[in-house]
Every structure is written in C-alpha cells, then in structure tokens.
C-alpha cells in the first residue's frame, strides 16, 4: 500500500502526493486525477501500478480537497490553475520520480487525462504519455507539439471527448510526424471509473488497462 508524502515545487511551494512502494529498479508513472480531486479510487490506481511493476505518484492537484457532488467538482476543475498544475504539480512528481527511475511516464483521467496531454506537450523528459479520455484547449497545449510515445483510450458515447474530437487530435498529431496508439470503445466518458456504476464499463476498462501496460512496458 502506498503513503501520502510531502515534494517541493518549483516555485518553492510544497504539494502532498499519494505514492506507491517505491524499488528504484521500477520506471515511474505520475497519475493525474479526475474532477473528483485525489480521491481512493486514484490512489488504488497508483496501489494497481505497483502491483503491475512501476513506481507511481499521484500529486494532489487540488491541494486537499476531495468531492463526490458533480457541481462541486465541475466549479473546482474550472478553478483550477492549469498551467500551474502542469508546471509546478506535475514538474515536481517528475522531478521526483525522476531521482528514483530515469525512466518516467505520465498518464491521467479525465481533467488528468487533459493534464497529461499537456504535460506531455510541454514538459521535457517524459518517456511516454497515456490519455484517458480528456483534451486541454488547443491554445494551453497543441497535441502537434508531442514527440513522444502517446496512447490514447476514449468512449464513443462520450459527449465531451467526442469521436470528432479524438479524430481531430490523433490527426493533428500524425501530421505533425507521430504516430499515436489510439483506441476507441463502445462506452461513455470516466469508462473505467469503478465507483461510477452509471458509466463504469468493466470489459472496456479491463482491455484498455492491458493496452496501457503493454504500451508502457514497451515505452519504459
């Protein structure tokens, strides 16, 4: 089981992250979480990481607070300082990944989907990236700019992350020289959200999972 402890950003500032057991034999994976904040379903993604043989961090981008109410958590993702998080919250998980495993990828869900996107655009040093269903505004961060390993899972039904969305992000991408790993399922947006019965689809989650693993264990 993993422990919450303590990094520096950047600037100074300090930021709270949940981290798994750590081997320094294992490359490193920054978890970014949903809306929701850096709530138990995050952090037994970052346990499930270790299980599968990586070292995993997931910084508290909200700072402490956690929530369940949908309003709550749309109001706090719009509040949230973007640029800041990727480049101090982000920047600081890697810089401490990075003293444990040179090798270091970054991946999220949702809102943390979108961050790892943009972490990927932006921020040097990153092995690989993986999305799960999110997108920054192309103003933030351009998928064009990305130059490493990329895989992408996205839900077909999803109103937000729409298949026309996906098709112009992977296009923009292969146009720019990459060739991003992306798939496409038969499911809603947060497919691999368990606590999220509504939308949680267990044999897309499950598969897109395996993809992940694969990809990343190829990357790293």
Not at 33 to 55: C, M, P, S, Y
Request: with cysteine; charged share 20%.
């Amino acid at each position: 089981m993993g422990q919450m402890i303590s990094l520096k950003r950047p600037d100074g500032s300090g930021l709270d992250a949940y981290q798994s057991d750590i081997d320094v034999s294992r490359p490193g994976v920054i978890v970014l979480q949903e809306w929701w904040g850096l709530n138990d379903h995050i952090k037994t993604i970052v346990d499930r990481f270790a299980g599968e043989g990586f070292n995993a961090v997931a910084p508290d981008l909200y700072h402490g607070r956690v929530t369940g109410d949908a309003d709550e958590a749309s109001h706090m993702m719009n509040g949230l300082d973007f640029p800041g998080a990727v480049h101090q919250d982000v920047a600081a998980t890697f810089d401490h990944l990075k003293t444990v495993n040179e090798r270091v990828a970054v991946m999220g869900f949702c809102m943390g989907g979108a961050l790892a996107l943009a972490s990927a655009a932006r921020l040097e040093g990153f092995a690989a990236a993986v999305c799960f269903y999110g997108v920054p505004p192309k103003a933030f961060a351009d998928p064009a700019d990305i130059r490493i390993p990329f895989q992408g899972h996205f839900g077909t039904l999803d109103d937000w992350v729409t298949p026309s969305v996906v098709a112009d992000m992977e296009a923009a991408m292969t146009a720019a020289g990459n060739s991003p790993d992306f798939y496409s399922y038969d499911a809603d947006h947060a497919f691999f959200n368990k606590t999220r019965p509504e939308v949680y689809n267990p044999e897309a989650a499950e598969l897109a999972w395996k993809r992940m693993m694969a990809f990343l264990r190829a990357s790293l």
